[in-house]
């Protein structure tokens, strides 16, 4: 009788171990990093987030958040399961270049691309400002506090020896401010072909206008950073053109941690899917989210997109391939 009980329960652990290593390579319940809530990327990652729970049942809490220096922390800490980033600059955080040096972080995994995205200098019309070196000794918010817009203003300017009256904030906070004058103007990360909300707030407001990097300026930035890209845009969702800005993709970063099925699933739906998402977000309208990811990643891909990206017969450049997916 003693023997017939232990084997009962040897086969309930067996069979209870077996359910568990079947399901170690699926989550459903996730975080994400996202950035605050007066930018249109918010709204983005609420849309994902409808998506999956209404397509494979996945929940997804979106964390507002001081965007991507925040979101590297929270990643880093594992207190986000994926978060809002741009890339190169992802892959300066995972080789620990720049102001990381010495402080990469070789877990970290491009989950996704979702569009070009671009740096906007905007200041009021009224202020005078016509350069950068303009700004000098004027109060201007480099971006949303502890966002890498914030990070990379900042350091740009020193690098330039220009020293505005730094205005420290949010993005509601540097809107409220432009309306009431209280700053001449901000930096905001924006679509090349769908206008930004934070901007069309402000136009509500006031006159903007749109400052470009000078070739002077960009051979500086360069200097320091030659995978750095500039732009010049012939057109803007605003009707202020040119200006040269610098260009960058709006990537979803994650780390090997995340169970390999589920990204498979995550980024196969958000493949999949791309005009519910420009519901909520237009600039992804019409994208090809593969092939962005694809021409967008420096870091290394997650397993599960790699996984996703062959079934579709796309060929994964071995630079992209981490060593988990070798």
């Given at each position: ?11 309930i ?13 699926e989550?459903k319940?996730f975080?994400i990093?996202?950035t605050?809530?007066a ?34 922390r ?15 600059d ?17 877990q ?10 671009v ?19 004027k ?5 949303g506090?502890?966002s890498n817009?914030?990070?990379?203003t900042?350091?740009f ?6 020293k ?8 509601s ?7 009431d004058?209280?700053?001449v103007?901000?930096?905001k ?19 903007v ?10 051979a500086?930035?360069k ?10 845009m012939e057109?803007?969702?605003?009707g ?12 979803m970063?994650?780390t ?59 060929e ?6 981490p060593?988990?997916?070798?």
């Amino acid at each position: 009788m003693y023997a017939k009980s232990i084997a009962k329960w040897v086969g309930i652990w067996i069979a209870v171990l077996g359910v568990c290593s079947a399901n170690a390579s699926e989550r459903k319940v996730f975080t994400i990093g996202a950035t605050g809530k007066a930018s249109s990327y918010y709204a983005y990652h609420v849309g994902v987030s409808q998506l999956l729970q209404n397509k494979i049942g996945y929940q997804a809490t979106v964390q507002e958040t001081g965007a991507a220096i925040d979101n590297k922390r929270l990643l880093e800490r594992g207190q986000v399961d994926w978060a809002q980033f741009a890339e190169p600059d992802f892959f300066e955080f995972y080789k620990g270049l720049g102001k990381w040096e010495g402080k990469g972080q070789p877990q970290f995994r491009v989950f996704w691309a979702v569009n070009p995205i671009v740096y906007f200098i905007v200041v009021n019309k009224n202020s005078g400002i016509k350069s950068v070196e303009d700004l000098d000794g004027k109060k201007f918010c480099p971006g949303g506090r502890g966002s890498n817009t914030e990070r990379m203003t900042m350091e740009f300017f020193e690098m330039l020896g220009v020293k505005p009256d730094w205005f420290r904030g949010g993005y509601s906070d540097a809107v409220a401010a432009m309306k009431d004058r209280r700053i001449v103007g901000y930096m905001k990360s924006g679509s090349i072909s769908a206008p930004d909300a934070t901007i069309l707030d402000v136009q509500t407001a006031v006159p903007v206008d749109l400052i470009s990097f000078s070739e002077a300026n960009i051979a500086t930035i360069k200097k320091k950073y030659p995978y750095y890209d500039f732009l010049t845009m012939e057109k803007t969702p605003y009707g202020i053109a040119p200006v040269t800005v610098r260009s960058v993709f709006f990537i979803m970063g994650t780390t090997k941690e995340m169970p390999e099925d589920s990204a498979y699933k995550i980024v196969k739906v958000i493949s999949e899917n791309v005009e519910f998402q420009a519901g909520t977000y237009p600039a992804i309208k019409g994208a090809d989210v593969p092939a962005l990811t694809l021409k967008a990643a420096q870091a290394p891909l997650h397993t599960g997109v790699i996984r996703y990206l062959r079934e579709l017969g796309h060929e994964v450049p071995d630079r992209l391939v981490p060593p988990e997916a070798r």
